[in-house]
């Protein structure tokens, strides 16, 4: 038993390690990451007076949170297509979804520049954008189609009989069922959209630069602790929504047990 | 004649080449408890999607209450429908799905309410609101199906198969739920089933479907006594059926030599018989009765096989005289002779139905 606590510290330790320097070295005064000189917020205050980064930092909000969007709402409504409606080279379609999903970013990445190229598509934050739905659509299909396919079956039919028109049977009915699988995609796409590098770095243009291609894009210029601050902020805003989704699923859980 | 709330005329489904409905005409009477009956496939949830607006005909009319409705969606049509597994909205309370109906209809709230707290009292489940289908179990969750499908006062209540997912004691128990809130309601209910005991306890009449064809339409007793096809026989309970030739016309009888034994002929009802006719005699199992050897009238002679208990009953498998297998079944504490005797077993003349050519 003793043996299999130190087993489980040790994976958590090589997880979460790096992290914790990370939090260390952005409280740090010495603007070297080597050894920890004493404790500061510099680098806090510092990170405001940033404009690159910044800038790079809204950037990403911008190019992820539109794509999450577009991407969840064409997703959600193409397994909804998929699901229901039984027409030619659907299968293939299904089978054509895994592609961009196991292809090399790389690849893809290439391959969206060399449309936009062809196409003289002047590449920004819009071709950004189109890039990171591309890659993201599968994920909320896949995941959107799993919940589906979890539906109790007839419900459609139920709701129909009942008197509702096929619109409210989608949004008061299919919807709320299939919620689950909805938001996981969402934020699949999300993070995946967040930091992506390889696809971004392809298709950003001129004064689109986003923060994952800043932060790559300082290595040749050196880190500055700055850095390691941003880094901070940005993981205590992914805890923080974390936590508050774990307390309503609890909340949710115990709801349940008491009925 | 009593009203007519639902109509098909010349009703037919084709699936691609297949045709799974052909062409029926069928009336369902204001408050009556129609079953359609028929094995799996044979298009018998198709005509009730046709009734809800959820599937359309092919060929053919449907009238509710003197509207065609054939062309009309779901929404605008006044029935409801209990389908298989429930199918109510997981994500909803009792209370939220029992209400559904009503908030597409655009009720107001309170009037809502209230129609949702009569129809838990209803179906016994005060107290329910706010749970979630999963945590209710089987039978609740059948309740709140026909609560969810009752509130809107439909017309006609459709229901497919709803008792199939229950174990046996519940779905008893549910038959008698269901006709007994069938009859207080006057709701015309058309029950979809392949089940033969569930349509002869539950049902006013029973539609018996066979090949896209309504192979006989009449009450529980007639289908039963009195089946007008060998078809509609066989589906319907037990029966044992002889191939005869009627030999001879005696005023209100006709005496018939049976493959079966052909030094007994078997006294039947004449219906308008021709001696040389070749007929089929159904004799239902429960009505055979053993006799000893000297007291044969109206009987063949049998050699019993084996006995298999059944608790109230005993089914007898013996044997004619062609080897033909006979199936009887006798009250449990009846004295029953010894496996292997050779009997003679007799029916009464009213017991035999008598099928001619044209009804095989």
Redesign the interface.
């Known amino acids: 038993m003793k043996w299999k606590n130190f087993y489980i510290g040790l994976v958590l330790l090589f997880l979460y390690l790096p992290i914790l320097v990370l939090i260390i070295f952005s409280f740090n005064t010495s603007s070297l990451n080597i050894l920890f000189e004493g404790f500061t917020f510099k680098w806090y205050g510092e990170l405001l007076n940033n404009v690159s980064l910044l800038e790079a930092l809204k950037n990403t909000l911008i190019v992820s949170i539109t794509s999450t969007l577009i991407s969840t709402i064409i997703g959600t409504i193409s397994a909804f297509a998929l699901k229901k409606y039984d027409f030619k080279g659907k299968k293939i379609i299904n089978q054509l979804l895994y592609i961009p999903i196991v292809i090399p970013e790389i690849v893809l990445g290439i391959a969206l520049l060399s449309i936009y190229t062809f196409l003289h598509v002047e590449l920004g934050l819009g071709t950004l954008i189109l890039s990171h739905i591309a890659f993201s659509l599968p994920f909320v299909i896949i995941s959107v189609r799993a919940v589906l396919d979890n539906m109790?079956?007839?419900?459609e039919?139920?709701?129909?009989?009942?008197?509702?028109?096929n619109i409210?049977t989608f949004w008061?009915?299919i919807v709320?069922?299939i919620?689950p699988g909805i938001t996981s995609g969402a934020f699949l796409a999300f993070t995946l959209s967040l930091d992506d590098v390889v696809i971004s770095y392809f298709t950003a243009g001129p004064g689109s630069n986003t923060l994952p291609l800043q932060i790559y894009s300082m290595i040749k210029t050196g880190v500055t602790p700055d850095v390691n601050a941003l880094a901070t902020l940005i993981l205590l805003a992914v805890f923080l929504v974390l936590g508050i989704s774990t307390i309503l699923q609890i909340r949710n859980i115990k709801r349940?047990v008491k009925? | 004649m009593k009203r007519k709330i639902v109509e098909l005329k010349n009703f037919g489904k084709t699936f691609g080449e297949k045709t799974v409905i052909d062409n029926i005409n069928l009336d369902v009477y204001e408050g009556e408890f129609l079953t359609l009956l028929g094995s799996s496939g044979c298009g018998k949830t198709t005509i009730l999607r046709s009734i809800?607006?959820?599937d359309s005909p092919s060929t053919g009319t449907v009238i509710i209450d003197g509207k065609d409705v054939t062309n009309l969606?779901?929404?605008q049509r006044e029935?409801?429908?209990l389908?298989?597994?429930y199918?109510?909205?997981?994500?909803?309370t009792v209370e939220d799905n029992i209400e559904?109906?009503l908030k597409?209809?655009k009720v107001p709230k309170e009037e809502r309410q209230k129609k949702v707290k009569e129809m838990l009292k209803l179906v016994n489940l005060e107290g329910y609101e706010?749970?979630?289908p999963k945590?209710l179990s089987g039978g609740e969750q059948q309740r709140v199906s026909i609560a969810?499908?009752l509130i809107?006062r439909p017309k006609v209540l459709l229901l497919d198969e709803p008792l199939s997912a229950l174990d046996l004691k519940l779905r008893k128990k549910m038959q008698v739920e269901l006709k007994l809130l069938q009859k207080k309601l006057g709701i015309t209910f058309i029950y979809v089933t392949h089940n033969q005991d569930e349509a002869l306890t539950m049902s006013d009449r029973i539609a018996l479907l066979h090949n896209g064809k309504i192979e006989q339409i009449d009450t529980p007793v007639n289908i039963y006594e009195h089946p007008k096809t060998v078809y509609v026989a066989d589906f319907i309970g037990e029966s044992n059926m002889f191939d005869g030739e009627i030999i001879g016309i005696n005023g209100i009888y006709a005496s018939v030599k049976l493959a079966l034994d052909e030094e007994e002929n078997i006294k039947v009802i004449n219906n308008n018989f021709n001696i040389g006719d070749k007929v089929k005699v159904i004799v239902r199992p429960e009505n055979f009765k053993i006799l000893k050897a000297d007291e044969k009238t109206n009987s063949i002679e049998v050699k019993i096989k084996e006995y298999i208990y059944d608790g109230s009953i005993t089914n007898i498998i013996a044997k004619g005289k062609n080897n033909q297998e006979i199936k009887i079944t006798v009250p449990r504490n009846k004295t029953i002779v010894a496996k292997g005797t050779i009997t003679y077993i007799h029916w009464n003349i009213n017991d035999s139905i008598v099928l001619g050519e044209t009804n095989v």
């Open positions: 109790p079956s007839n419900i039919d139920a709701a129909k009989d009942l008197g509702a028109s409210k008061n009915v709320p069922t919620m349940q009925v | 809800s607006g959820l969606e779901p929404m029935v409801n429908t389908f298989q597994n199918a109510l909205f997981p994500l909803m559904f109906g597409m209809k706010n749970r979630k945590e969810r499908g809107n």
